[in-house]
């Protein structure tokens, strides 16, 4: 478990630059450039995501708590709602983008939600209850600084991004649950049939 929870650590800690340490962030533009500074933080986020995978997976198994079997089905209606939002998060703004105001976020607390729900494993628990608490406090700071004028909100581009992000969305997610989700991950998102 103290592998996972480094793991945790790191990657949460790795993408909560910007929120706690807006200063060394700066710095580190300054010392070696926007391209440098992204390369930097890519190389640290690849490195952590593979410290908390191989926690995950050597985390031993401690319930808490047994969701009810209908919280699977909830689970997979909203991780259809979060696809559709991490696709509006990648493509140029349409109505979701600009009702959501930052839909990777959204899509993300959606995800960390709907996994709180059908897992009731301590290392569940851990991995998505933190990072449904850094979607929260992420949403939290991208507010205030907008409110500062720090950012702005991406303006509204087309209609037609919103039916390529339902499209698209709806596509990830019949991929996650036929195949990708069990192949990535090693758990089939529904029983698979004797």
């Known amino acids: 478990m103290t592998v996972l929870i480094l793991g945790i650590i790191l990657f949460i800690?790795?993408?909560?630059?910007r929120v706690v340490a807006p200063g060394f962030r700066t710095a580190m533009v300054e010392r070696f450039g926007d391209g440098g500074w992204k390369a930097?933080?890519?190389?640290?986020?690849?490195?952590?995501?593979?410290?908390?995978?191989?926690?995950?997976?050597q985390a031993p198994v401690v319930d808490l708590w047994f969701p009810p079997?209908?919280?699977t089905h909830l689970t997979?209606?909203?991780?259809?709602?979060?696809?559709?939002?991490?696709?509006?998060?990648?493509?140029?703004?349409?109505h979701i983008a600009t009702k959501t105001k930052?839909?990777?976020v959204l899509s993300v607390k959606i995800w960390a939600l709907a996994h709180l729900l059908s897992n009731g494993d301590l290392a569940s628990v851990l991995l998505f209850g933190s990072f449904l608490?850094?979607?929260?406090?992420?949403?939290?700071?991208?507010?205030?600084?907008?409110?500062?004028?720090e950012i702005t909100l991406r303006p509204f581009v087309s209609g037609?991004?919103?039916?390529?992000?339902?499209?698209?969305?709806?596509?990830?997610?019949?991929?996650f649950i036929w195949k990708l989700h069990l192949l990535l991950i090693g758990v089939a998102p529904l029983p698979l049939p004797m």
Do not use: N
């Open 40 to 57: 930097i933080h890519g190389v640290a986020s690849v490195i952590s995501l593979v410290v908390l995978v191989y926690g995950w997976q």
């Open 133 to 149: 608490a850094w979607g929260v406090i992420v949403r939290i700071s991208l507010k205030r600084r907008q409110r500062a004028g």
């Open 69 to 71: 079997k209908g919280m």
């Open 160 to 175: 037609i991004y919103d039916v390529a992000a339902v499209v698209g969305g709806i596509v990830v997610w019949g991929l």
């Open 102 to 104: 930052h839909p990777m």
């Open 13 to 17: 800690g790795t993408h909560m630059v």
């Open 76 to 94: 997979l209606t909203l991780m259809l709602f979060a696809m559709i939002c991490l696709i509006a998060g990648l493509l140029p703004a349409g």
